[in-house]
Every structure is written in structure tokens, then in C-alpha cells.
């Protein structure tokens, strides 16, 4: 914990002289950033950058996030995200589900937006420091007719985004309940994915596989396990810190990067330059 300190006192320095940053971050962001980084201090010097810059490149991700906003309410309806109180080898556990096949209810836009605000509760409101993130993805009520209302432009931002900029290391990721759309589903994703990511991949029939890797005691009851807490009252703690924190997530000074006053110029291309390069997905 004394190299972190030492070396979030020189990440905070380095943060006053760049004047293109956002400079009111808490001092655990920076933790985090460095921890994610294999702790060092150069790369999550880049990883800060990066991490504002493609925020505040996407607007249609971070921006106008509000829990109130129909599309958004009706996403959350049928969309459980989830972080467990249990940890697994140091490694925070999240799910992410449908709870209902009422795919009428789910709007591409509105759903991503709903993520990033799921993450910035993990990134901005807990100061908990782990190693990094378990995902387990249960598949069950998920069909074809999701996949349509899929936008790629969307699905390419989120990838590019948690894989490149988000300081929160990926560790596992389990497909639970695996239907027969699983293949066209990773069809779809794959393309925008890094090799080291897709090999996280692990994919389970049942829940009963799952258990080797996550155990009973860190899961919920709805996944037969012994934690006290069912997914439905994780939800609601989860909609109780999105309206407490509003104004976390409503904060514009971390979707803002003053190109202008950037040191060296843009380094970073055209990344999240491609609005409208991709369409929606057609399935046959």
C-alpha cells in the first residue's frame, strides 16, 4: 500500500501540469489507474488520458445519462447489472442479464448508456481497490430478436472504451445459460475484441460448471449459491446509488478534455471518430 500511495502522489503531480485533464478526481481513481496499469506509472499516465479523452469523445455514451429518462428507465426495467458483495481471489464479481424477454423494452442507446453508469459507480463512488473484475453474462431469456436492436457503432465504443480506457482489469468472463445464440452473439462481438479478451471467454450449459471458478459462497440464491442478498435486492441498492450519486454521474468535467490545451496534440486518431460507419445488425 506504500509504493500505491507513493505512486498516486506522483500520478496527482503529473495531473496538475496537464491542463487539457480534468483535475477533481479522487485520489482512488488514481489508485485504480495505476493498479490496472501492472502498477506502473507511465502506463497509467496513458490510461488517464485515455480514459477522459474517449469519454468525452462519446457523448452518446456519457452524456445525458439520467435513470428517469423512459429509454433508459425501460432498459434498467429489464436489464439487471449487478456487483456481488464477495470477492474471488481479490477480483470483484458483476452479472449482467436479462430478466425478461420482453425485447421491446430494450433500446441499444439507452442500454450502453445504462452500463456506463453502472461503471461509474464502481470507478467514482467506491473506493474498495481490488485486482480486478469477474463478468459472468447469463444468457437464459436472451434470443435473436435482441440482436437486431444491436447497434455495431455502439457495441465498437463499448469495446474500445472498457478495453482501452477503463481502469478496472477484466479477469474472467463466464456466458451462463448458453443458448443457441451465443454463436451468433459472439459473431458480432468478436470483431471489435482483443485475442487476450476472447480467451477470458468461458461458456456454461448451467449454472453448475460455474462453480468451479465462482464459488457458492459469493453467489446469490438465484444462482444457487449462499449469499444472503437475491439479484432483485442487489438491484434496488444498485438504483439507490445511481439517484445518490447523480451528481457523480452528472458531472461534465469528466466528459471533458480541453483539446485545445493539450500539450502534444491529439495522439489518439480517430478513435471514436466513426459515427455512423456502422449500421445495426441484420440477422437472416
Known amino acids: ?3 500505491i500511495a507513493s505512486s498516486v502522489n506522483l500520478l496527482k503531480e503529473w495531473l496538475v501540469q496537464q491542463p487539457h485533464l480534468p483535475k477533481n478526481v479522487p485520489e482512488f481513481f488514481l489508485s485504480k ?3 490496472a496499469c501492472n502498477n506502473s506509472i507511465e502506463v497509467a499516465k496513458n490510461l488517464i488520458d485515455l480514459f477522459f479523452t474517449l469519454r468525452s469523445r462519446a457523448p452518446d455514451l456519457f ?16 436489464f439487471d447489472m449487478i456487483e456481488l458483495s464477495e470477492t474471488v481471489n481479490d477480483c470483484k464479481v458483476c452479472i449482467v442479464r436479462l430478466n425478461s424477454d420482453n425485447i421491446d423494452k430494450f433500446h441499444c442507446a439507452a442500454s450502453v448508456k445504462l452500463f456506463t453508469m453502472f ?17 459472468i ?7 435473436l430478436k435482441l440482436l437486431t436492436k444491436i447497434s455495431l457503432m455502439h457495441i465498437k465504443k463499448v469495446a474500445e472504451y472498457s478495453q482501452e480506457a477503463r481502469p478496472l482489469k477484466l479477469k474472467q468472463v463466464h456466458f451462463v445459460n448458453v443458448q443457441p445464440i451465443i454463436e451468433k452473439f459472439l459473431l458480432l462481438i468478436k470483431p471489435f475484441l482483443k485475442a487476450e479478451v476472447i480467451n477470458m471467454f468461458n461458456l456454461h450449459q448451467d449454472i453448475e460448471t460455474l462453480y468451479k471458478f465462482v464459488p457458492k459462497d459469493v453467489l446469490p440464491k438465484d444462482y444457487g449459491g449462499t449469499d444472503s442478498k437475491t439479484i432483485p435486492e442487489y438491484k434496488k441498492e444498485v438504483e439507490a446509488k445511481l439517484r445518490k450519486y447523480k451528481h457523480v454521474i452528472d458531472d461534465k468535467s469528466y466528459v471533458t478534455v480541453d483539446e485545445s490545451k493539450r500539450p502534444i496534440g491529439n495522439p489518439y486518431g480517430d478513435k471514436f471518430g ?3 460507419s456502422f449500421r445495426t445488425l441484420d440477422i437472416d
Open 63 to 78: 452524456a445525458n445519462r439520467n435513470l428517469d429518462d423512459p429509454d433508459i428507465q425501460d432498459s434498467f426495467e429489464i
Open 119 to 135: 461503471n461509474d459507480l464502481q470507478i467514482f463512488t467506491d473506493d474498495r481497490l481490488c485486482e480486478g473484475e469477474i463478468f
Open 1 to 3: 500500500m506504500e509504493k
Open 274 to 276: 466513426m459515427q455512423g
Open 137 to 143: 453474462v447469463d444468457l437464459e431469456k436472451s434470443n
Open 33 to 35: 489507474c495505476y493498479i
